[in-house]
């Protein structure tokens, strides 16, 4: 059955009254919605239209009518009631017409449903939804959006001034730049994101020159964290999501980094004075408001460096001044008391960095460089690395200032470690530790073996095995010397002919453990001889391949003293009571002839006679009697000598031992120069001097700063001993000669 042709006026006049139709139903006008007959009429008609044989095929006229109902319809109506509207009344009649455009696209493709589904996707034309958007966009979009843009503008910063707005208004009207893209988001960015940018910068670069003169440093953060977080919600609430970044970016730009020095450096305020007055709560802010700035947390850093640094300086200055002002034995109390300031201190600021600002590496960096500038100065010529020496002997010795509990001073021992951390002469700090960890263990004097045994093991961790080997060894020296004393008593028991008839007490030690101990030959009185003879055979029982050295100047003796009025103990040295023994057979001796018999330095007989007659208790009396020895002089038994107590210690004069241990720190040095840059050239073969010497100094500085001219010097040593040699057309490089 031939169907019948349907020319393109008949066609289109049909279909006009379905569009008329959908048109009132969008004005509001009373109109009956389409029914399902209706709609399927005028379906069939554009079906009809289109596939009917040429020239009857009325697709692409069809095609372009879609179009020019659209255009038909936005000039007669739609313009004319969006131009007549201003401010906020466009912006609602604009949200309307978009979405009553958005329903006509809808029904309308629908009608026409049969081009989209094969005429535009053979010709590769537009589909029909992206023609009618189009139609909106070129003729309604590009005439007003620049108007839209500022009355929404105005919209947002009444609400920033603290007015009631309607949100979801301003939300409508932004989501129409992002379907007018289409799935792009250029119209968005281009036509109205970048200019809201711009006012916001501006808008806030207004609100902070003001602030920033009228306001304090907490009160200023407080307003800023407050914008911040109101934008966050405007974005939340109304602007795409891709604005946030961008517009918290331009706030933090305009409240933070602009006026970031101004504020950081506000004089009764400013980062200085929070730090100064402990205000943790606004520290926390200010980290909170800089770190997610590039580099913002940088001048926050300087500052707290700053303020450590003065602070510990401080102290220190405090320290020196006491020192000079006060005798000798209040200054070391006054070192004491700097350390104990010291470790309060880095307590105090690690508190901050870890809890205002979260454990940042930067901040982590300005405490340490902020304690290694005054942790390496010298108070009243002490080093640091000797008072923290000294410190932990304070707390380790029995009678030592510091009485705490266990729990105490294993936290103090923790808190000494990480402070020398920040000392640059670890090896300086060794040495001291040894040399008095020597004299508690030796001497008796160390409250209690598991603490010494953890602040090694503290060392250890910190420092590395090699740091705390010999001191370990000092420990256990002292376990096996107990043992060893046991068996010699044992052995006496078991040789009753060999007992010398004094109590006779040996520690043996390790040569390569202990601190370097001076000490000479002395002719020793023979009761003294036997017992070394005793213990050298007892000693040869065990092993015959140990040369045993006696280091007379730890020894200490007990006399018994028999004088007129009662007999009184006396605890010597062994070289004092190897000059008192001498007077046991004779009443007077002449200098000269107690040097003789002991052969003795004058240096060091000096210091013996000196002690006995010259100091506190006058065993000996000297003529004549003045306060110094001189080679003239001769002694006597004092026989009416007497003191209240049984039992006397006569000290020695003290030596001072820091120039002994620096000495040997240098000579230490010096080796490990040598061997560093031994090791750096066998591995290198060929380097250049600058390189040298820093790779030297990268290896070492764990353990000391080395000095640049030591290095240099240690080079030319390596040379002439043929380590090393220069090349002979470039003197600034060296080989390794293996």
Same mark, same amino acid.
């Given at each position: 059955?031939?169907?019948? !042709?349907?020319?393109?006026?008949?066609?289109?006049?049909?279909?006009? !009254?379905?569009?008329?139709?959908?048109? =009132?139903?969008?004005?509001?006008?009373?109109?009956?919605?389409?029914?399902?007959?209706?709609?399927?009429?005028?379906?069939?008609?554009?079906?009809?239209?289109?596939?009917?044989?040429?020239?009857?095929?009325?697709?692409?006229?069809?095609?372009?009518?879609?179009?020019?109902?659209?255009?038909?319809?936005? %000039?007669? !109506?739609?313009?004319?009631?969006?131009?007549?509207?201003?401010?906020?009344?466009?912006? &609602?009649?604009?949200?309307?017409?978009?979405?009553?455009?958005?329903?006509?696209?809808?029904?309308?493709?629908?009608?026409?449903?049969?081009?989209?589904?094969?005429?535009?996707? =053979?010709?590769?034309?537009?589909?029909?939804?992206?023609?009618?958007?189009?139609?909106?966009?070129?003729?309604?979009?590009?005439?007003?959006?620049?108007?839209?843009?500022?009355?929404?503008?105005?919209?947002?910063?009444?609400?920033?001034?603290?007015?009631?707005?309607?949100?979801?208004?301003?939300?409508?009207?932004?989501?129409?730049?992002?379907?007018?893209?289409?799935?792009?988001?250029?119209?968005?960015?281009?036509?109205?994101?970048?200019?809201?940018?711009?006012?916001?910068?501006?808008?806030?670069?207004?609100?902070?020159?003001?602030?920033?003169?009228?306001?304090?440093?907490?009160?200023?953060?407080?307003?800023?964290?407050?914008?911040?977080?109101?934008?966050?919600?405007?974005?939340?609430?109304?602007?795409?999501?891709?604005?946030?970044?961008?517009?918290?970016?331009?706030?933090?730009?305009?409240?933070?980094?602009?006026?970031?020095?101004?504020?950081?450096?506000?004089?009764?305020?400013?980062?200085?004075?929070?730090?100064?007055?402990?205000?943790?709560?606004?520290?926390?802010?200010?980290?909170?408001?800089?770190?997610?700035?590039?580099?913002?947390?940088?001048?926050?850093?300087?500052?707290?460096?700053?303020?450590?640094?003065?602070?510990?300086?401080?102290?220190?200055?405090?320290?020196?001044?006491?020192?000079?002002?006060?005798?000798?034995?209040?200054?070391?109390?006054?070192?004491?008391?700097?350390?104990?300031?010291?470790?309060?201190? /880095?307590?105090?600021?690690?508190?901050?960095?870890?809890?205002?600002?979260?454990?940042?590496?930067?901040?982590?960096?300005?405490?340490?460089?902020?304690?290694?500038?005054?942790?390496?100065?010298?108070?009243?010529?002490?080093?640091?690395?000797?008072?923290?020496?000294?410190?932990?002997?304070?707390?380790?010795?029995?009678? @030592?200032?510091?009485?705490?509990?266990?729990?105490?001073?294993?936290?103090?021992?923790?808190?000494?470690?990480?402070?020398?951390?920040?000392?640059?002469?670890?090896?300086?700090?060794?040495? $001291?530790?040894?040399?008095?960890?020597?004299?508690?263990?030796?001497?008796?004097?160390?409250?209690?073996?598991?603490?010494?045994?953890?602040?090694?093991?503290?060392?250890?961790?910190?420092? @590395?095995?090699?740091?705390?080997?010999?001191?370990?060894?000092?420990?256990?020296?002292?376990?096996?010397?107990?043992? %060893?004393?046991? %068996?010699?008593?044992?052995?006496?028991? %078991?040789?009753?002919?060999?007992?010398?008839?004094?109590?006779?007490?040996?520690?043996?030690?390790?040569?390569?453990?202990?601190?370097?101990?001076?000490?000479?030959?002395?002719?020793?009185?023979?009761?003294?001889?036997?017992?070394?003879?005793?213990?050298?055979?007892?000693?040869?029982?065990?092993?015959?391949?140990?040369?045993?050295?006696?280091?007379?100047?730890?020894?200490?003796?007990?006399?018994?003293?028999?004088?007129?009025?009662?007999?009184?103990?006396?605890?010597?040295?062994?070289?004092?009571?190897?000059?008192?023994?001498?007077?046991?057979?004779?009443?007077?001796?002449?200098?000269?002839?107690?040097?003789?018999?002991?052969?003795?330095? /004058?240096?060091?007989?000096? &210091?013996?006679?000196?002690?006995?007659?010259?100091?506190?208790?006058?065993?000996?009396?000297?003529?004549?009697?003045?306060?110094?020895?001189?080679?003239?002089?001769?002694?006597?038994?004092?026989?009416? $000598?007497?003191?209240?107590? &049984?039992?006397?210690?006569?000290?020695?004069?003290?030596?001072?031992?820091?120039?002994?241990?620096?000495?040997?720190?240098?000579?230490?040095?010096?080796?490990?120069?040598?061997?560093?840059?031994?090791?750096?050239?066998?591995?290198?073969?060929?380097?250049? /001097?600058?390189?040298?010497?820093?790779?030297?100094?990268?290896?070492?500085?764990?353990?000391?700063?080395?000095?640049?001219?030591?290095?240099?010097?240690?080079?030319?040593?390596?040379?002439? &001993?043929?380590?090393?040699?220069?090349?002979?057309?470039?003197?600034?490089?060296?080989?390794?000669?293996?």
């Amino acid at each position: 059955m031939e169907r019948k !042709t349907i020319d393109l006026d008949q066609g289109w006049d049909y279909m006009q !009254t379905g569009i008329t139709k959908l048109k =009132r139903i969008l004005e509001g006008l009373p109109e009956p919605q389409f029914d399902s007959e209706q709609y399927m009429m005028l379906y069939t008609t554009i079906y009809n239209m289109c596939t009917q044989k040429p020239p009857h095929d009325y697709s692409q006229q069809l095609y372009d009518k879609y179009r020019e109902a659209f255009e038909e319809y936005i %000039n007669s !109506t739609v313009l004319p009631a969006l131009r007549e509207k201003h401010d906020e009344y466009m912006l &609602r009649e604009l949200v309307k017409r978009w979405s009553n455009h958005k329903v006509m696209v809808r029904w309308l493709s629908r009608f026409f449903y049969y081009l989209d589904r094969y005429f535009i996707a =053979r010709r590769s034309l537009p589909p029909l939804n992206e023609v009618g958007l189009t139609c909106f966009r070129d003729l309604v979009y590009n005439e007003l959006h620049s108007k839209v843009k500022d009355a929404v503008i105005a919209l947002i910063d009444k609400e920033r001034e603290g007015e009631q707005i309607d949100r979801a208004l301003l939300k409508n009207v932004l989501d129409i730049y992002v379907e007018i893209g289409m799935g792009q988001m250029e119209r968005y960015e281009e036509d109205f994101e970048s200019f809201m940018l711009l006012d916001s910068a501006s808008y806030y670069s207004r609100k902070a020159s003001s602030w920033i003169q009228e306001d304090s440093c907490p009160d200023y953060m407080l307003k800023s964290e407050e914008c911040l977080k109101k934008e966050r919600e405007r974005v939340a609430h109304y602007l795409h999501s891709s604005s946030e970044p961008k517009l918290v970016e331009k706030v933090q730009h305009e409240l933070l980094v602009v006026y970031a020095n101004q504020l950081l450096e506000k004089e009764h305020s400013g980062c200085r004075a929070l730090l100064r007055d402990d205000k943790v709560d606004d520290l926390s802010r200010m980290y909170r408001l800089y770190h997610k700035i590039v580099k913002g947390l940088e001048p926050v850093a300087n500052i707290f460096k700053q303020h450590v640094t003065a602070e510990g300086n401080a102290l220190v200055q405090q320290a020196e001044d006491t020192a000079t002002n006060h005798a000798a034995n209040t200054a070391s109390v006054q070192e004491q008391v700097l350390i104990r300031k010291v470790i309060e201190l /880095h307590d105090k600021y690690m508190v901050y960095v870890v809890e205002c600002f979260q454990n940042h590496t930067l901040f982590h960096k300005a405490l340490k460089e902020a304690f290694e500038i005054f942790c390496n100065k010298t108070v009243a010529g002490s080093s640091s690395a000797e008072l923290l020496a000294t410190f932990c002997d304070n707390i380790l010795k029995k009678g @030592g200032s510091e009485k705490l509990s266990d729990e105490a001073i294993e936290d103090t021992l923790e808190k000494v470690v990480k402070l020398l951390a920040y000392i640059s002469d670890k090896d300086l700090f060794a040495e $001291f530790y040894r040399k008095k960890l020597a004299r508690r263990l030796l001497f008796d004097r160390s409250a209690n073996d598991d603490h010494e045994r953890s602040i090694l093991t503290k060392l250890k961790q910190q420092c @590395g095995g090699q740091f705390t080997s010999k001191m370990e060894g000092m420990v256990t020296d002292l376990t096996l010397a107990r043992e %060893n004393q046991n %068996n010699f008593e044992e052995y006496l028991n %078991n040789n009753p002919a060999a007992n010398p008839g004094i109590d006779l007490t040996v520690t043996v030690l390790t040569t390569g453990f202990w601190p370097s101990y001076k000490s000479f030959d002395i002719n020793l009185p023979a009761e003294m001889v036997k017992c070394v003879e005793v213990f050298k055979g007892f000693y040869e029982t065990k092993t015959k391949h140990r040369k045993l050295t006696w280091i007379y100047s730890l020894g200490t003796c007990h006399l018994n003293g028999k004088f007129d009025t009662k007999p009184i103990e006396l605890v010597v040295s062994t070289y004092q009571a190897a000059v008192l023994l001498l007077f046991n057979t004779t009443d007077k001796l002449s200098y000269t002839d107690i040097l003789t018999q002991l052969n003795l330095s /004058h240096e060091d007989l000096v &210091r013996l006679l000196h002690s006995l007659s010259c100091a506190r208790y006058k065993i000996l009396l000297k003529e004549p009697s003045t306060k110094t020895v001189t080679q003239a002089d001769t002694f006597e038994f004092n026989s009416k $000598f007497t003191d209240r107590m &049984r039992r006397i210690k006569i000290p020695l004069p003290p030596v001072d031992e820091r120039k002994k241990v620096v000495e040997d720190v240098d000579k230490d040095r010096r080796y490990a120069i040598d061997a560093a840059i031994v090791r750096i050239m066998k591995s290198r073969k060929v380097l250049g /001097h600058q390189q040298l010497v820093s790779e030297c100094v990268e290896q070492l500085s764990r353990m000391f700063k080395p000095d640049i001219k030591a290095i240099k010097k240690r080079m030319e040593d390596l040379i002439t &001993r043929d380590y090393l040699e220069r090349d002979k057309e470039n003197p600034n490089m060296f080989r390794y000669l293996a």
